[in-house]
């Protein structure tokens, strides 16, 4: 999954409202279409999947380990800070149940390792092993 596959699909999921995805956008600065709802958080949270995944281009794949231990940070920051009100945790929360969600929807393919072939055992006839001796 590319990493504005998996915004389009968080946006599926959470709103319009909340992730307003430019699909045409050429880099991370214009993904957004204005300003969504908790929008400092948003682009927090979208930019740390974006460095944690390496990515350089809009298209460039993303996996869930590095994508979840980019926002497991945040979200631990927004649950203990004082002064989050209940809809920036509840929208925290919501944006790692859809992370999830997304890759449990599409699992990353593991390459196929093709088989090593197998050895066979083969007889000596009873002249080359008299003739070794």
Known sequence: MTFVQ?????EERLGHVHLPVRPQAAGLQDIFEGCGLHHELTVALV??????????????RVL?????????PIHAAVARADHTDIDTYRFSEGF??????????????????????RG??????????????
């Open 96 to 117: 790692l149940a859809a992370l999830q969600s997304v890759f449990e929807q599409h699992p990353h393919p593991r390459p196929v390792r093709p088989q090593a072939p």
């Open 47 to 60: 930019r740390a999947i974006y460095v944690e995944n390496r990515c350089r281009h809009l298209k460039d």
């Open 64 to 72: 869930a380990d590095a994508s979840l231990k980019a926002v497991a």
């Open 120 to 133: 066979q055992v083969l007889p000596f006839p009873a002249l080359r092993r008299r003739a070794h001796r």
């Open 6 to 10: 998996l915004l389009q699909s968080l």
